[in-house]
């Protein structure tokens, strides 16, 4: 099964089509900067560009970066606000004349490192959590996933978001130690333990890569582990997410 997959970020649209069974990419992924300001027209435009680069005629998934449900954007995140209350599947597919499924972005990624990853065929509840611009999280129980936790929007320390607090970029933007970094990063597994109890932590995006330097200043009492899929979930997730259009 082959199809097209891709991944809207805040700063890159990107995409290229999986093939799922042998889980595979079948070429180098085709990346645009996404437009700003962040709206709409011109976000969908771009989606359609990377369609156009593939020449695809199948279905296509795509990982949005915002809460969906039943395909419809419940709330706008970093993106305009234009974007709430907009039914994003309809509105990319009349645009790209394809059959559309989109996906929250940070479930995207976990989809993926649960069926191809080393989230695959563990029983009980996973988290993943992609840690980057922000800090996605993706909840999955017995492999099935409980859509749209977004546990990087919890409120900490008055008006600010936990990924505000402890992502990736907050890290670099401000030159922080790996000690201090991860003594914050550990605040926010502490919190999103509490909440959801996990059975195993997968940690994903930017900040995996690093993780032997903060690792010991985690101390949560759950397994963690690093994702497989790495930079690839996000799109190898959004072409899971459309297997349900292909007849």
């Given at each position: 099964?082959?199809?097209?997959?891709i991944?809207?970020?805040?700063?890159?649209?990107?995409?290229?089509?999986?093939?799922?069974?042998?889980?595979?990419f079948?070429?180098?992924?085709?990346?645009?900067?996404?437009?700003?300001?962040?709206k709409?027209?011109?976000?969908?435009?771009?989606?359609?560009?990377?369609?156009?680069?593939?020449?695809?005629?199948?279905?296509?998934?795509?990982g949005?970066?915002?809460?969906?449900?039943?395909?419809?954007?419940?709330?706008?995140?970093?993106?305009?606000?234009?974007?709430?209350?907009?039914?994003v599947?309809?509105?990319?597919a009349?645009?790209?004349?394809?059959?559309?499924s989109?996906?929250?972005?940070?479930?995207?990624?976990?989809?993926?490192?649960?069926?191809?990853?080393?989230?695959?065929?563990?029983?009980?509840?996973?988290?993943?959590?992609?840690?980057?611009?922000?800090?996605?999280?993706?909840?999955f129980?017995?492999?099935?996933?409980?859509?749209?936790?977004?546990?990087?929007?919890?409120?900490?320390?008055?008006?600010?978001?936990?990924?505000?607090?402890?992502?990736?970029?907050?890290r670099?933007?401000?030159?922080?130690?790996?000690?201090?970094?991860g003594?914050?990063?550990?605040?926010?597994?502490?919190?999103?333990?509490?909440?959801?109890?996990?059975?195993?932590?997968?940690?994903?995006?930017?900040?995996?890569?690093?993780?032997?330097?903060?690792?010991?200043?985690?101390?949560?009492?759950?397994?963690?582990?690093?994702?497989k899929?790495?930079?690839?979930?996000?799109?190898?997730?959004?072409?899971?997410?459309?297997?349900?259009?292909?007849?």
């Open positions: 099964m082959q199809l097209l997959g991944d809207v970020g805040g700063s890159g649209i990107k995409g290229a089509p999986v093939d799922l069974v042998e889980e595979d079948l070429g180098e992924r085709f990346r645009l900067d996404t437009p700003i300001p962040r709409p027209k011109a976000m969908i435009e771009t989606i359609g560009q990377v369609v156009k680069e593939w020449d695809w005629k199948g279905p296509v998934g795509v949005f970066p915002t809460v969906i449900h039943n395909g419809k954007a419940i709330q706008h995140g970093n993106l305009d606000a234009e974007w709430l209350g907009l039914q599947d309809d509105m990319i009349q645009h790209i004349g394809l059959p559309v989109v996906i929250n972005d940070a479930d995207a990624a976990g989809l993926a490192e649960v069926t191809f990853g080393v989230g695959k065929d563990v029983k009980g509840l996973v988290m993943t959590v992609t840690v980057g611009t922000g800090i996605g999280t993706g909840l129980y017995n492999g099935q996933l409980i859509p749209n936790f977004e546990l990087g929007q919890m409120r900490y320390k008055k008006k600010k978001t936990i990924e505000e607090y402890a992502s990736r970029k907050i670099l933007d401000n030159d922080m130690s790996f000690k201090k970094w003594k914050r990063f550990n605040k926010f597994l502490k919190l999103a333990t509490t909440v959801t109890s996990p059975d195993l932590i997968i940690i994903g995006g930017g900040a995996s890569k690093n993780i032997d330097e903060y690792m010991k200043y985690l101390d949560v009492q759950v397994p963690i582990r690093v994702a899929t790495q930079n690839h979930a996000g799109i190898i997730g959004a072409a899971l997410c459309a297997r349900h259009l292909v007849k």
